[in-house]
């Protein structure tokens, strides 16, 4: 990966698979509506905001424009980013999807408040929220607020994954895209009409394997001479060329979502909300495309359902698959600022909670609002996990390092001038020694959840839509 310019770029214009799986076709809507919050429950506080949370799954922060990207990805993001906040360096938890929701959805590390579970037909691999566990949605609509979920991610699905609790109106469909997303929550925004806050996550697929953008933005990125004279396969060149064209499709589910949220933008603005709203754009997680390929070959590790060493996601814990971008618009928010010091995506639902007017509540992170406003920033450490790729990974990610557990054993890694990460272990033993303790002591404190057995119906379907999405072989 090469290093970016991270200075911001200020934009021309500053301005389920369905909840029952078996029997349903992969275009099927799943939707659920719960109940409306119990009588008794607090009222809003007049004058909160409106809060949209969008996870663009698998979006590297390098490949964003206010983060250095030379390519034209994201204006109406950096556009956002020019009159709001923008972290320069946010650490996701893990490097795919369901450990970094449930942090996102908890404000907690996933081990202590997941349950891994094994299909009675030995067809497991699967994990789910634990059902005492409270949610940042749980808490906002206990107080006041209506909360509402529209995805296209089968991580979503709530019969299975128990990570949407709380939210009051769910919809998910898996095959659709960034269109189908903004469609479902404009209705959402018509819909809350009633004068209470509305909490709403949007989760965008469309920069997530197998990169099939639609039209016109699939050519977008393809240069001339990919189009017209491809390399034949296996030859000298085929293998660069395989992986320029998967960037460049890559690139336009980037922009194609990012043109979807500008009509977000443009919808909040008609009905008058954008002044009341504040709107937080990141990543579940990155994606990799060869930056490490023979270190993750060194060691063993390579993302589910890859053909090459180096690609994908889940299999490790470098900057590629865990540096997100992280911008924060809208009512309440300082504008025109960056934060350089490092901060995690486990600060996001206490920033939120802040945001709503929620009571603290211990273990969720920092409020990055009120972390932005202190004079002297000290970067967040942040621990970081992953198994997907076969091999269990715990890491400690530091604004210059990062400590890696391979199996009990440390690994010191240090970030070159190109960009790629380095073995240092054996030159700085110090440092080593000094993290892998500091990781000790938090995993101490973060346990891992016993395995459970659950039944999942139509298990089948759900392994084939996540081999689809390169999750299982």
Known sequence: MRRRRLALRTAAAAAALALALAGCGEREAATRTAAAPARGAPAAPAGRPHLVLVVIDTLRADHVGCYGYERDTTPHIDALAAGGLRFARAIAPSSWTLPSLVTLMTGRHPDPVHLSMQA????????????????????LAAHGYRTAAVGTNPYQIQSVFQVMQGFQSLEVQVSA??????????ARLDAARDGAPLFLYLHFMDAHTPYDPPAPFDRMFLDEDARSRPPAEGGPDWREAERRKAIALYDAGIRFVDHELGRLVEALEARGLRSDTVL????????????HAELERRLGLRAAGSRHWGEGHGQSLFPELLHVPLVIHGRGVPQSVEIGQQVRLIDLPATLLALGGVPAIGGRGRDLLRFAQERERQPLHAVTETG????????????????????????????????????????????????????????????????VTKQIEGVDALKAQLRRLGYVR
Not at 177 to 186: F, G, L, P
């Open 120 to 139: 009675p037909d030995g067809g497991g691999g699967f994990a789910a929220l634990a059902p005492q566990a409270s949610t940042v949605a749980e808490l």
């Open 177 to 186: 895209k960034a269109d189908w997303v903004v469609d479902r929550a404009i």
């Open 280 to 291: 937080v754009v990141t990543a579940d997680h990155g994606e990799a495309f060869g930056d």
């Open 388 to 451: 997907a790729g076969g091999v269990p990974l715990r890491g400690l990610v530091t604004p210059e390092r990062t400590l890696l557990d391979v199996g009990g054993d440390p690994l010191l890694l240090r970030e070159g001038p190109d960009g790629t990460m380095r073995d240092a272990t054996a030159r700085e033993p110090a440092a080593a020694a000094e993290l892998d303790a500091e990781l000790g002591r938090l995993a101490e404190v973060v346990p891992r959840a016993p395995a």
